[in-house]
């Protein structure tokens, strides 16, 4: 079956969600001012705010004490930036920034989902070994040979075919002179010529 080009296009429609929250909350003059604001970007709906209780540390708003946080969503058929949403709700909240988070709905839902998970793994050089296994053990136990734990085995003495070579001599056992090498000889200073002739 053919599909027309207004099929295409109605399959291909996306809209663009965003969770605003501002710290301090809103009144209803100023979600009035946001969604009159918001129609140049073809709003499809914008949820009724949810207020919280006054919190001593809102989540999301550090640096910001003893304010209740108001919360909604808006859905739009046109993106617009997270610049101009802080800018427009600026000017509606007569907040400033610090007190204003906004966040596309995809990214809030995904940090909801993995809010309480189990934290990754730590490094593995972070970690204790293993407890050792009983078959380990008993392998240990099995190959285990008293020759292979020779103490001292560095200082055992081989025999070497052609006998063992002369200890190398190093610069510890030149002879030592009793003249320092820095002015002790004068050094010969080489006879200058004239240019002239």
Avoid at 94 to 117: C, L, M, R, Y
């Amino acid at each position: 079956m053919n599909k027309t080009f207004k099929q295409y296009l109605t399959e291909s429609s996306q809209t663009y969600s965003y969770k605003i929250k501002v710290a301090g909350g809103c009144d209803a003059e100023c979600i009035k001012q946001m969604e009159e604001k918001l129609g140049r970007y073809d709003i499809i709906k914008m949820t009724e705010p949810k207020t919280t209780p006054v919190m001593e540390d809102p989540l999301d708003f550090p640096g910001v004490k003893n304010m209740e946080v108001c919360m909604f969503e808006v859905e739009l058929n046109y993106p617009a930036s997270a610049d101009e949403l802080y800018q427009m709700l600026e000017q509606c909240t007569q907040k400033p920034k610090s007190q204003i988070k906004v966040v596309t709905k995809h990214f809030a839902d995904s940090w909801e989902n993995n809010e309480g998970s189990e934290p990754e793994e730590g490094p593995l050089l972070e970690k204790d070994y293993p407890a050792e296994t009983k078959e380990q053990k008993e392998a240990k136990e099995k190959h285990a040979k008293p020759e292979d734990h020779i103490e001292n085995a560095g200082d055992a003495k081989f025999e070497v075919a052609g006998g063992s070579t002369p200890k190398a001599e190093t610069t510890n056992d030149l002879p030592q002179g009793d003249k320092s090498p820095v002015g002790s000889t004068e050094n010969k200073k080489p006879e200058v010529k004239s240019a002239a002739r």
